[in-house]
């Protein structure tokens, strides 16, 4: 039973537009929320985070929104460029567990 | 400084093989994780070190192995594989192992078991 959803299995957006990309999760124990780009064959590059206690946090072209009572979390990267073109995975701690549990990805793709 | 450094960066072993794979950090950080991941899917869990003692076992085959000799180094021994183990693995460290910390990725080890 997956508990971080990304049900969007790839994105394509224009280069210079918003990529919005979405995850769910089912655990009410999760209580921290990060997301993770990674390239083919290297490892996830952590990206942002937000506690479950904020709706939101920015970090430049970066934002992630936390909807608490929907279980839903959304990265948006504005304005959308090129070298974002990767994998984009959410994931979640808390519970009692020391590690992450991931979503299967997103691969976005950002078109010139 | 961000950085998790592991070796080597790919490894083809036998089915009867010994092998190890090894993880640094010089972070600081005092939680370390091993993780599993196969292609097209997310990384999995395998182990978790929490101040150099093993504090999660997420059901792996003995045939993996781990080891902390110290709060910076983190291994991973593998003996008798399956093909079915090839996979890229993945280090990890966070400051510490409480649930509102970032986890760093090293590059992984692309492993080919034969």
């Known amino acids: 039973d997956q508990q971080v959803k990304q049900n969007s299995p790839s994105l394509s957006v224009q280069e210079g537009r918003i990529s919005i990309l979405n995850c769910d999760y089912t655990?009410?124990?999760?209580?921290?929320f990060l997301w993770y780009k990674k390239y083919p064959a290297e490892g996830p590059t952590f990206l942002i985070s937000?506690?479950?206690?904020?709706d939101k946090n920015e970090d430049g072209r970066f934002t992630v929104f936390l909807n608490k009572s929907a279980k839903h979390l959304s990265l948006h990267i504005v304005p959308s460029q090129p070298g974002d073109s990767a994998v984009y995975f959410c994931a979640a701690r808390g519970g009692g567990a020391d590690g992450l549990t991931f979503g299967k990805g997103t691969h976005l793709i950002i078109q010139p | 400084d961000t950085e998790v450094t592991q070796t080597p960066k790919h490894l083809v072993m036998g089915m009867t093989n010994k092998k190890s794979l090894k993880c640094e950090q010089h972070m600081g950080h005092r939680a370390m994780y091993w993780y599993k991941q196969k292609a097209k899917k997310p990384p999995e869990l395998m182990f978790v070190?929490?101040?150099?003692?093993?504090?999660i076992n997420e059901s792996v085959p003995s045939r993996f192995s781990p080891e902390c000799p110290n709060s910076s180094l983190l291994n991973l021994h593998l003996h008798a594989l399956q093909p079915e183990d090839s996979a890229l693995y993945l280090c990890a460290s966070s400051q510490d192992p409480g649930p509102r910390t970032e986890a760093f990725f090293g590059q992984g080890t692309r492993l080919t078991v034969v």
């Open positions: 655990n009410s124990m999760f209580d921290y």
């Open positions: 937000i506690s479950s206690i904020k």
């Open positions: 070190y929490s101040y150099e003692k093993l504090s």
